[in-house]
């Protein structure tokens, strides 16, 4: 995908153990996750362990050892948004895009996922997909909003 | 050449002496004093990970409990090792790791002295109490970092990597004695049986005769140990 970038990210650190984490945060950002082989250049340039290298990327949730979609759909669960409603909201995102929490669909283009809370409660219940937030979300809304999305 | 900093400390009641930078689970065991350990290798780093070394220590007239593998000596404090609480707190240590592995040898030696009920909490046959040493002996002692650990709280678990074990692992076997319940070499084998079935790089006796060959040790039945 961006086999470059990627590279550049890694040359950047290289022969530094101690930048493992930005490392895995810029790659992590760029590619929306972590492929093995690549984790192994990773250990490799920074004189890092493999299993190391491992650890911290298992132990965080922000670094994906599984390929992620094109856009991150997330639905505030918190207790803000379930008040208002995000259970209507997560049904609605799981029946148009047939996801359950976590999973990503096979054209790979949303990844579902659940999470509280982000700390947007006056406007809740929240939608944010790829970042942008989506407030005062309605079921009936939902499905406009996923389509500006490919 | 200026001596080190002897500090004499009590535990149990007895005078200790000890130098400055050592733990009191050092100065213990120098003393002759056994203190249950199970994450505790001498020759690693202190870990502090199975809380089993606990003790109590009083400061000042201040009672404290912490793990005597990580807490420095200090001038005049009294430590006990063993007290109610102390066995207490021991005992649901024992019976919590007892979930995971209700029959490895050494806890089932520890549930004995301590009192603990094998069946108090629901079983969650992991068979691993993540004490961490065979991770710590390989990146330490070995320095291969065959295995490692993966996922975080209460989903941690030790993982072998296969890219490395293919080479290393069979030659070595070393954390397999170190760990207090086989699952270590359970670890491995399933790693091997489903990465590098029937790959694994045996260790090479060209020119000086084979070593004892180290054999897998067998998980005794808790009626013969006794």
Redesign the interface.
């Known amino acids: 995908m961006c086999e470059q970038k990627i590279d550049g990210i890694i040359e950047k650190y290289r022969g530094e153990p101690g930048s493992l984490i930005h490392a895995l945060v810029e790659i992590q950002h760029e590619n929306h996750w972590l492929p093995r082989e690549v984790l192994?250049k990773i250990a490799d340039a920074l004189t890092v362990?493999?299993?190391?290298v491992?650890?911290i990327a298992?132990?965080?949730k922000t670094f994906s050892l599984t390929p992620k979609g094109r856009h991150e759909v997330h639905v505030c669960t918190g207790m803000t948004c379930h008040l208002r409603g995000a259970a209507k909201l997560r049904a609605k995102v799981e029946e148009l895009t047939g996801l359950k929490d976590g999973e990503t669909d096979a054209e790979s283009r949303f990844t579902y996922e659940t999470g509280a809370c982000l700390g947007s409660c006056s406007i809740g219940p929240e939608l944010i997909v790829d970042g942008k937030h989506y407030g005062r979300m309605t079921p009936e809304k939902i499905e406009d909003v996923l389509k500006q999305y490919e | 050449m200026s001596e080190l900093t002897e500090i004499v400390l009590q535990i149990d009641g007895q005078e200790v002496k000890a130098t400055a930078g050592m733990t009191v689970l050092q100065a213990a065991q120098q003393a002759g004093i056994t203190i249950p350990t199970l994450c505790h290798h001498e020759k690693l780093e202190a870990f502090g990970g199975c809380r089993l070394c606990m003790v109590e220590v009083e400061v000042r007239g201040w009672k404290n409990y912490v793990v005597s593998c990580l807490y420095p000596v200090a001038k005049d404090i009294i430590v006990r090792t063993r007290s109610e609480k102390v066995d207490k707190i021991r005992k649901v240590l024992v019976e919590e790791l007892m979930a995971h592995a209700p029959d490895a040898p050494e806890l089932v030696k520890l549930a004995e002295e301590y009192g603990a009920d094998r069946d108090r909490f629901e079983r969650d046959a992991s068979f691993c109490i993540v004490c961490g040493l065979c991770?710590r002996y390989?990146?330490e002692v070995k320095q291969k970092?065959?295995?490692?650990?993966?996922?975080?709280g209460a989903r941690r678990e030790i993982?072998f990597?296969p890219?490395?074990a293919k080479e290393e692992c069979w030659g070595c076997q070393e954390c397999f004695a170190i760990c207090p319940t086989s699952y270590a070499q359970a670890a491995y084998l399933l790693t091997e049986a489903l990465a590098f079935p029937g790959q694994r790089k045996a260790p090479i006796h060209a020119i000086k005769p084979p070593e004892p060959v180290r054999r897998v040790i067998p998980i005794m039945p808790i009626a013969a140990t006794t």
């Open positions: 192994h362990p493999f299993a190391q491992m650890q298992s132990f965080y | 991770v390989c990146n970092n065959a295995v490692g650990f993966i996922d975080n993982s990597i890219e490395v």
